[in-house]
């Protein structure tokens, strides 16, 4: 739960970075390269019907459920790619 809450966080900033040009190139490859390892982990933790296994104080339906955070991920990637192109 608070690792989907953090990487919502973390698509967000990379989004915020590739739209302000006065912020560092080297921030931006930071925050990509550990929403991309957070992606890599939800994965590999989410059920086929996108939910996350209840360990500790994890519960559904308070955050994004994974497969919104990785469409989220998909259309900022898209929007970069056809702005930049």
């Known amino acids: ?7 919502f966080r973390l698509l ?11 912020i560092d190139e ?4 930071l925050v990509r390269e550990k929403a991309s390892m957070m992606l890599g982990w939800l994965a590999m ?12 104080d994890s519960m559904q339906g ?7 955070l990785f469409e989220l991920r ?6 970069m790619e056809t702005w930049l192109s």
């Open 45 to 56: 933790i989410t059920f086929k019907d996108g939910t996350i296994p209840y360990v500790n």
């Open 12 to 22: 967000d900033c990379t989004n915020l970075v590739k739209h302000n040009f006065w």
């Open 62 to 68: 308070l955050v994004s459920f994974s497969r919104q």
């Open 1 to 7: 739960m608070y690792h989907q809450i953090i990487l």
């Open 26 to 29: 080297g921030l931006g490859e």
């Open 74 to 79: 998909r259309k900022i990637r898209h929007f």
